[in-house]
């Protein structure tokens, strides 16, 4: 079997399927194991099978001491990490799950599972702008992975609620925060211009605000394609 963590490794698009553990290179073993490598091999199978059953307290006893064995190649490691990171995210302890796609995407840094569910526990503990980063990188892997297209919609309209609920009423407030503000409060100021802009009786506005030259300093000066733009 193949892991998807190796075809990400090898540039390989692939979809996205967070109810469902990721395979790893080897599916079957005994209990009986006698080395170290078939030892790991058997913790990260039957991890994977507890988390299939949904005990997931046991999948992660499994999976924690598959993970700390020496003999588990980088490839395995990365897996059993994302299936660690499926567990945790469905006990709702999303900062643990953050953290174990991170150890994943250290491995695999073009990992579409791993990011996927990290921008699901981001999106669950309110850090909307770092899960927009994330399934954005999961599109630009796999434009067509439509549970990350249906989650970065989903995001890109709460990033516009909470610029419209926020102190950004008026062009020069947002354009003050693009200057001044904080990453995620410069990602709120961008919201809330584009909602403006939407309104051509605002026009002026956005003029006498200098909201067109506050938005092109952002734009990186080596930028080629508009695809390039990780904003909302």
């Given at each position: 079997v193949v892991s998807q963590a190796t075809m990400a490794s090898n540039g390989v698009a692939v979809a996205a399927s967070p109810n469902a553990p990721d395979a790893t290179t080897q599916e079957s073993?005994?209990?009986?194991?006698?080395?170290?490598?078939?030892?790991?091999?058997y913790l990260k199978v039957t991890g994977n099978?507890?988390?299939?059953?949904?005990?997931?307290?046991?999948?992660?006893?499994?999976?924690?001491?598959?993970?700390?064995?020496?003999?588990?190649?980088?490839?395995?490691?990365?897996?059993?990490?994302?299936?660690?990171?499926?567990?945790?995210?469905?006990?709702q302890r999303y900062d643990d799950c953050i953290a174990a796609c991170g150890a994943a995407l250290?491995?695999?840094?073009?990992?579409?599972?791993?990011?996927?569910?990290?921008?699901?526990?981001?999106?669950?503990?309110?850090?909307l702008s770092e899960a927009f980063r994330d399934v954005h990188d999961v599109l630009r892997i796999d434009a067509r992975n439509k549970e990350a297209q249906a989650l970065a919609a989903r995001l890109q309209r709460a990033i516009e609620r909470r610029a419209a609920s926020t102190?950004?009423?008026?062009?020069?407030?947002?354009?003050?925060?693009?200057?001044?503000?904080?990453?995620?409060?410069?990602i709120r100021a961008v919201a809330k211009?584009?909602?403006?802009?939407?309104?051509?009786?605002?026009?002026?506005?956005?003029?006498?605000?200098?909201?067109?030259?506050?938005?092109?300093?952002?734009?990186?000066?080596?930028?080629?394609?508009?695809?390039?733009l990780r904003m909302p």
């Open positions: 073993c005994s209990p009986d194991a006698k080395t170290p490598a078939a030892t790991a091999a099978e507890k988390l299939r059953a949904g005990s997931l307290d046991e999948a992660l006893q499994f999976y924690d001491q598959a993970v700390a064995c020496k003999d588990l190649n980088d490839e395995d490691r990365a897996a059993v990490q994302c299936n660690r990171a499926l567990a945790l995210l469905r006990l250290a491995l695999q840094p073009r990992y579409v599972k791993a990011l996927y569910r990290r921008a699901q526990a981001r999106e669950a503990n309110a850090q102190d950004l009423s008026t062009p020069s407030l947002a354009v003050e925060a693009l200057g001044s503000g904080s990453e995620d409060e410069q211009l584009s909602r403006i802009a939407e309104d051509k009786s605002r026009a002026v506005e956005l003029m006498h605000a200098r909201a067109i030259g506050a938005l092109t300093r952002l734009v990186p000066a080596n930028l080629k394609s508009a695809t390039e």
